[in-house]
């Protein structure tokens, strides 16, 4: 309610009502303006008659208690009074704002009214301010000193690498740089000091400031030789401060992986743990230590595979025993690695056949790669899938690359045609035809020796099938199969009395082939190759022109293939 009255009274210059109203409200300051202002309003009122109120002075401290700040400014300076107006401005504390009146009017009095204004700057602990108005000004040097005074060294070292003439002045650089380090704030010591192209000491500043990024960085052009060693002490401070996973692959780059498989531990980063122990080559006694606790970890969540390759690792193969007997497994592990890891193979057999659990021992065998007793084994307890086995055998070694004993199992699970097909792919050739010619009779070797040749091709392709006396069959084959381009070949290099007749059967091929393509009759061009048993043909121009045709080309062939086999025993018969 006062303060509404007071608004009122103010709004219709009832000075005194208002005043009495802010003495209500304890605003004694209020009051006291107030009452300044009364006294001014009578004093022109005794000179110049009325209320006094129309005074400028009156009105322009009305203006201020309605905090009109700028009217009240214009009230002076339309009155020619700029030193009060100045003056009003230094009372509510705007320093700013009566410096730039006194220089937007010319005041006289300009300088000293900045000392005042330093010196209040000063005496409030203002600093900061007072070196942001000379730097401001211009005054770099005094602003970086105002800094320096008043220990702030950073927003000195600011200023400094903000000023290419500072930056020169070495003393200068060394004062500044020596407050910050005073104050512990390396990281713009060092900062400063690369600027200046003092890396050693820029390096020092900022490993003392944990800022090792930067440290690293200026390491790598001026002393390539420290890296190592710093990005070791910036793990061991990450390790400290127990930043374990960031510390790890900074002692990778440092190359200390002990201490990296430490700090993956320590973080309960199993895998990485795991992980970096596989490229360590160090003597067994620093890491054994490390593949027990992961082994422990493993163990205690159950994951007994993990934890057993790890114990084993650690020449701890009794822990891992030992793990399997308390997890009541030790039919599936502890036996298992009791056996194995005396390198006792048949006991541990033994073991597991009378448990019961043979395959057990056969996956046994698998692992250590003794195939022999593994197919053993098999052939013991599971007779029916021995030939499977061998075939699944031989296409692991192939894999390998071991196409010796690839071939071995394929021929034991009676497909010689699988290691035929692997010496073609791996285009060892002697080997597909050796493994043709005594495991898949006549035909399946002249198809090696013809497919060799081609492979081969030119003069080496007429040596190979005259060393075998293969040359006039392979013509035949090739023309039989339509491969008339490799067929004028080895005629023209070594059969050329063979070439009238290759080049009539060509122009029948051509001509035959050709009309009936020519006439829209595709099908019939099939029927003709089916009638002339040319199965590949058949097959070729069936898949190209009609594929509704390749089911009736290939039962053909397969009645064909019946009867002949038909019409052999009957005359192996007679």
């Not at 084993?312 to 030790?330: F, Q, S």
């Amino acid at each position: 309610m006062w303060k509404r009255l007071a608004n009122l009274a103010m709004e219709h210059s009832q000075l005194m009502v208002a005043q009495r109203c802010y003495a209500s409200l304890n605003d004694y300051a209020r009051v006291r303006f107030l009452q300044e202002t009364i006294e001014k309003a009578e004093i022109a009122a005794q000179q110049n008659g009325g209320d006094g109120l129309d005074n400028f002075e009156v009105r322009a401290r009305l203006s201020m208690a309605n905090k009109q700040y700028k009217q009240a400014e214009r009230i002076y300076l339309e009155n020619n009074a700029l030193h009060d107006a100045i003056e009003m401005h230094q009372k509510l504390n705007n320093w700013e704002a009566a410096i730039d009146l006194a220089q937007a009017m010319h005041y006289p009095e300009l300088e000293v009214l900045k000392g005042k204004y330093y010196r209040n700057l000063h005496e409030t602990g203002q600093e900061q301010k007072a070196a942001e108005i000379k730097a401001k000004e211009g005054d770099v040097s005094s602003a970086l000193q105002i800094y320096l005074d008043s220990n702030q060294p950073t927003l000195a070292a600011k200023i400094m690498m903000d000023n290419s003439n500072l930056m020169r002045d070495e003393s200068l650089v060394e004062k500044v740089t020596l407050a910050l380090i005073k104050n512990e704030i390396f990281d713009k010591a060092g900062e400063l000091l690369e600027e200046v192209k003092q890396f050693q000491r820029a390096i020092e500043c900022y490993r003392d400031g944990k800022a090792f990024s930067k440290a690293i960085h200026v390491a790598r052009f001026s002393f390539p030789e420290r890296v190592v060693q710093l990005e070791e002490e910036w793990g061991d401070s990450l390790r400290k401060e127990g930043n374990f996973d960031a510390a790890i692959s900074h002692f990778l780059e440092s190359g200390n992986s002990i201490k990296a498989v430490d700090c993956a531990i320590r973080g309960k980063e199993w895998t990485k743990a795991s992980d970096i122990l596989k490229v360590i080559e160090n003597d067994a006694g620093e890491t054994t230590g490390f593949y027990e606790k992961i082994a422990q970890h493993y163990e205690a969540q159950g994951q007994y595979d993990m934890a057993e390759k790890l114990y084993i690792d650690a020449n701890r193969p009794t822990d891992a025993v030992e793990m399997y007997n308390n997890a009541g497994k030790w039919i599936e592990g502890g036996s298992r690695i009791f056996r194995e890891e005396a390198n006792r193979l048949k006991d541990a057999e033994e073991l597991y056949v009378q448990v019961g659990e043979p395959n057990r021992a056969i996956a046994m065998y698998k692992s250590a790669d003794r195939l022999e007793e593994m197919m053993v084994l098999v052939e013991r307890f599971h007779s029916e899938k021995l030939q499977e086995t061998h075939k699944r055998l031989a296409e692991d070694l192939q894999k390998k690359g071991d196409l010796k004993a690839a071939e071995e199992q394929y021929l034991k699970s009676g497909e010689w045609n699988l290691a035929v097909n692997m010496y073609k792919e791996a285009e060892q050739w002697a080997d597909a035809y050796r493994i043709a010619k005594f495991e898949g009779g006549d035909r399946a070797h002249k198809q090696i020796a013809y497919l060799w040749a081609k492979n081969l091709g030119g003069d080496a392709a007429i040596k190979l099938l005259t060393r075998h006396g293969l040359l006039q069959e392979s013509i035949d084959l090739g023309t039989s199969r339509g491969d008339f381009e490799f067929v004028f070949e080895l005629c023209r290099l070594g059969a050329t009395n063979r070439l009238p007749i290759v080049q009539q059967k060509y122009a029948e091929h051509l001509e035959d082939e050709g009309n009936f393509l020519a006439a829209g009759k595709g099908k019939d061009a099939i029927l003709m190759y089916i009638h002339n048993q040319n199965w590949e043909a058949a097959e070729r121009i069936a898949s190209l022109h009609s594929t509704d045709m390749l089911v009736e080309v290939y039962i053909s062939q397969a009645r064909a293939a019946l009867e002949e086999k038909i019409w052999t025993e009957q005359k192996a018969t007679c």
